[in-house]
C-alpha cells in the first residue's frame, strides 16, 4: 500500500531554488514582506510594522550604526547585526542617521535596538525559508 504524501512534503518537493533565494532576499530587504507576499498577512504585518520601529527607536535614542571592520571582530559582529534589517539600513546610512554619541545616556540602549532588531531579522528571514521549502 503506497504511503500518503503530506503537503509539506510536496510543497518541499516542489520548492524551486529560485524562489527560496527570492523569499530569501525580500524578507532580508523588507521585514514581513516575503510573509505578507507567502500569504502570511497577519505575521508579515507585525513584522512590517515591529522591526522597522525598533530599528527607528535605536537610532532616535542614539545608537550608532557600525562598520564592517575585520580587524576588530565586536564590531564586526555588531555590523552584521545592524545590517540584518535590511533596507531600513541603507535608508538611514544614506540620510547620515546613525553616528552614535558614546556619552549619550541612551547610546547602549540604541545599539541594543539596532543590533537586535537586525538578529530578530534574521530569524524572521529564516522563518519564512521554512514556510516556502514546506516546513511549516
Do not use: C
Not at 510543497?11 to 533565494?21: D, Q
Not at 505575521?43 to 520601529?53: D, E, S, V, Y
Not at 535605536?58 to 564590531?75: C, Q
Request: aromatic content about 10%; glycine content about 12%.
Amino acid at each position: 500500500m503506497p504511503a500518503k504524501s503530506t503537503t509539506a512534503e510536496r510543497t518541499r518537493a516542489s520548492a524551486e531554488p529560485g524562489v527560496l533565494a527570492l523569499v530569501i532576499v525580500l524578507a532580508w530587504l523588507l521585514p514581513g514582506a516575503a510573509h505578507l507576499w507567502q500569504g502570511r498577512r497577519q505575521k508579515g504585518l507585525i513584522f512590517l510594522i515591529a522591526l522597522p520601529l525598533m530599528f527607528v527607536t535605536g537610532l532616535m535614542l542614539g545608537g550608532r550604526l557600525f562598520p564592517l571592520e575585520v580587524s576588530e571582530p565586536l564590531v564586526f559582529l555588531g555590523a552584521i547585526a545592524d545590517r540584518g534589517i535590511g533596507l531600513p539600513f541603507f535608508i538611514a546610512r544614506f540620510m547620515d542617521a546613525g553616528a552614535g554619541l558614546v556619552t549619550a545616556v541612551s547610546y547602549e540602549y540604541g545599539n541594543t535596538f539596532l543590533m537586535t532588531a537586525g538578529l530578530l531579522n534574521f530569524l524572521v528571514i529564516l522563518d519564512a525559508y521554512d514556510i516556502a521549502a514546506g516546513r511549516k
